[in-house]
């Protein structure tokens, strides 16, 4: 079934540890993103990418960390995981990252640093 | 103040009401308008894009006013099946493609 996974789905982390959310998606799609959700706040944009090969920050970006070495994969990594980073966090991807493309989202990790 | 902003209600209205609520945005200068629909601890999925004439889907009629800054979602005939979190979404400007999200208004349909 086309769409986007994301491994883990929870994750309880100690903070300070190192961790990569994993974020796969089979559409072809070329702009991948990272949001965290918190409650009372909307989706905030944590990094994107256009295309295979570039990143970009987001609106939120200190802390995380991603790359793109290849159209159907983007880990978001957490070099020094920190409890303001406990977060449900979704990838993204949109065929062109155009203005009126449609976003279609992962299932979301959710994560705690405690 | 923030870019998008919502009522975060909740709306809690019977079966076969309808329910309307707006979104205001910050910048005169957005171009594209969305409707996200986030079920309960799931992913936000499409729900319907915005345009400047207004448009239906349906149950659902949205409406753009540029000239005060708001779009709103009208649900008609409400089942329950339609409880769920509606998110406001507006890009920043031409040519960029990144989302703002309002936080959502929830709406629980009951019996």
């Known amino acids: 079934i086309a769409g986007i996974t994301q491994a883990p789905t929870s994750q309880i982390l100690a903070a300070g540890r190192r961790m990569t959310l994993r974020c796969t998606q089979d559409m072809r799609h070329n702009a991948m993103y990272w949001y965290r959700q918190d409650l009372g706040l909307g989706l905030r944009l944590i990094h994107y990418s256009n295309t295979a090969g570039t990143t970009g920050k987001g609106e939120v970006p200190d802390g995380y960390s991603v790359s793109r070495a290849n159209t159907d994969d983007f880990p978001l990594t957490l070099a020094s995981a920190v409890p303001s980073q406990t977060s449900v966090y979704f990838c993204a991807s949109s065929s062109s990252g155009g203005t009126t493309d449609t976003q279609y989202f992962g299932p979301g990790t959710r994560l705690t640093v405690l | 103040r923030k870019e998008v902003e919502q009522d975060p209600g909740p709306f809690n209205v019977p079966e076969g009401a309808t329910v309307a609520f707006n979104c205001t945005y910050s910048n005169s200068a957005s171009q594209s308008f969305f409707w996200y629909r986030q079920d309960c601890r799931k992913e936000p999925k499409l729900l319907m894009s915005?345009?400047?004439s207004g448009n239906e889907d349906g149950r659902f009629t949205a409406q753009l006013n540029r000239a005060s800054q708001y779009i709103s979602l009208l649900i008609r005939d409400s089942k329950l099946s339609d409880s769920a979190t509606y998110l406001c979404v507006v890009t920043k400007a031409t040519n960029d493609y990144k989302l703002s999200f309002g936080a959502g208004t929830t709406v629980t349909v009951r019996a």
């Open positions: 915005v345009y400047s």
